[in-house]
Nanobody, 112 residues
């Protein structure tokens, strides 16, 4: 079984920064892909950033240059700089170990 716990969400003014953390426990390994999705009200979940088993990182075009994903063993981080109101969403951490596992999500709210 796999458990993921996100933290670091909150409220911030436009232009500010937040750092999200996701700690995974259970039967996972450092080669398992991990990353972040987000979902805003009325919208579908979208990929924010992901890191593959080879260590390559993919970002959504909307966050390139502003967000940075990093990983330390089974903890993944999302450093979010220059936040915009359109970044407001619930951010979900995930890991793939034959199937998808998701955290409960953490709310990020960016005010104008």
């Amino acid at each position: 079984q796999v458990q993921l716990v996100e933290s670091g969400g909150g409220m911030v003014q436009a232009g500010g920064s937040l750092r999200l953390s996701c700690a995974a426990s259970g039967s996972i390994f450092s080669i398992n892909p991990m990353g972040w999705h987000r979902q805003a009200p009325g919208k579908q979940r979208e990929l924010v950033a992901t890191i593959t088993r080879g260590g390559s990182i993919t970002y959504a075009d909307s966050v390139k240059g502003r967000f940075t994903l990093s990983r330390d063993k089974n903890t993944v981080y999302l450093q979010m700089n220059s936040l915009k109101p359109e970044d407001t969403a619930v951010y979900y951490c995930y890991v793939i170990t034959g199937r998808e596992y998701w955290g409960q999500g953490t709310q990020v709210t960016v005010s104008s």
